[in-house]
C-alpha cells in the first residue's frame, strides 16, 4: 500500500465523528491523535496491552467507532478471544454501516468458532448462543429407599441383535468433510481480502500526482487507507494458512476414514505448497 502520513490520518479521521458528539476542540484532537500514534506504536512493537490502553484512553476523549474496531483487534492478538469479541461487537453495534464493518463481522464470526459457539450469519454474529439443553433428571429415590430406574422394554418376540457398523470409519469422513468446508472458506476469505487489498493499493499507486485525492477508494475512507490496507493484509494470510492447514487435515481424515471401510490400507502423505495465489495441497493417497 503507498506510504501515506500517519499524523495526516489520524487528523482527518476525526471529523468523522457522529453528529450527535459535541465537536471536539483543537486539544482534544491533538491529545487524542497523539494517544492514536502511540498506541500503533506500542502494538508494532509488540506491547498489545499498553497498546489496548492508549486506545481506550483515546476513545475517552473522542469516542470515534474505529477505535473500538481497533481495541479489537489488539485483544485478539494478545490472545483474548472473548474481550476481542466484545469490542468487535461493540464496534458494529456502534457504526453497523461504516468502513470496518465487514472486517469486523468476519473476525466476530471467527471469534465465535474458535470459542466454541456455532457458526452464524451476518446479523446474528453477536447475538449470544442458544442455551445448551438441560441434562436428563438423575434417578429418583422414594423414600423407602427404592431407586426408579427407566425400563426399556423391547418388541415381543426376544431381543434383537442390532447389525454392526458397516463402515466404521464414517464419522472420520463427516468430520474430514466438514473441516474441508471450512478449510475451504477460510481460503476463499483470504482471496477476497487479498483482492481489496491489491484493488486499494493498485489505485493509490497508480493516481495521477496532478489530481486531487479522492475522498474515498473502494468504499474506504481516505483516513482510514493505511490502516485497512493494513488489516487487508494480515487477514489474507491469516485466512489462506489456516484455511489451507484446514483443507489438508480435512482430505487427510476424509481418506482416513473411507480406508476403514475393509479395504487396503492407504498411505497418506498431504503437502502444502504456497502458490502465488495462496497454497496448493498436494498428497499421495
Not at 459535541?22 to 506504536?41: C, D, F, R, S
Request: aromatic letters at 8%.
Amino acid at each position: 500500500m503507498g506510504k501515506l502520513g500517519a499524523a495526516a490520518l489520524l487528523l482527518t479521521a476525526w471529523p468523522l465523528v457522529a453528529r450527535a458528539q459535541p465537536k471536539p476542540t483543537a486539544g482534544q484532537i491533538q491529545q487524542a491523535g497523539e494517544l492514536v500514534k502511540k498506541a500503533i506504536a506500542k502494538s508494532q512493537a509488540g506491547d498489545h496491552e499498553l497498546a489496548i490502553e492508549l486506545y481506550k484512553q483515546a476513545y475517552d476523549i473522542i469516542p470515534q467507532p474505529i477505535l473500538l474496531s481497533n481495541i479489537g483487534s489488539e485483544y485478539e492478538q494478545d490472545k483474548k478471544q472473548v474481550q476481542a469479541l466484545k469490542y468487535f461487537c461493540k464496534y458494529l453495534e456502534a457504526d453497523p454501516t461504516g468502513s470496518n464493518a465487514s472486517y469486523a463481522t468476519a473476525k466476530a464470526k471467527a471469534l465465535q468458532i474458535d470459542l466454541g459457539n456455532p457458526p452464524a450469519d451476518d446479523a446474528g454474529v453477536c447475538k449470544p448462543p442458544a442455551p445448551k439443553p438441560e441434562p436428563p433428571p438423575a434417578a429418583t429415590t422414594e423414600p423407602s429407599g427404592s431407586t426408579i430406574v427407566p425400563v426399556t422394554f423391547q418388541p415381543s418376540g426376544g431381543p434383537t441383535n442390532e447389525p454392526a457398523d458397516d463402515h466404521p470409519g464414517r464419522t472420520l469422513e463427516y468430520v474430514g468433510a466438514g473441516v474441508g468446508a471450512v478449510g475451504i472458506v477460510g481460503v476463499a476469505l483470504g482471496v477476497v481480502y487479498g483482492l481489496k487489498a491489491k484493488s486499494l493499493n493498485d489505485q493509490i499507486d497508480n493516481h495521477n500526482i496532478g489530481q486531487p485525492w479522492p475522498s474515498q477508494i473502494d468504499g474506504v475512507p481516505i483516513a482510514n487507507w493505511n490502516t485497512q490496507g493494513a488489516a487487508w493484509n494480515r487477514d489474507t494470510y491469516i485466512f489462506m494458512i489456516s484455511g489451507a492447514v484446514a483443507l489438508g487435515a480435512g482430505i487427510g481424515l476424509f481418506i482416513y476414514g473411507y480406508d476403514q471401510n475393509g479395504g487396503k490400507p492407504t498411505e497418506t502423505s498431504i503437502s502444502l505448497v504456497p502458490t502465488g495465489n495462496g497454497f496448493a495441497a498436494f498428497g499421495r493417497f
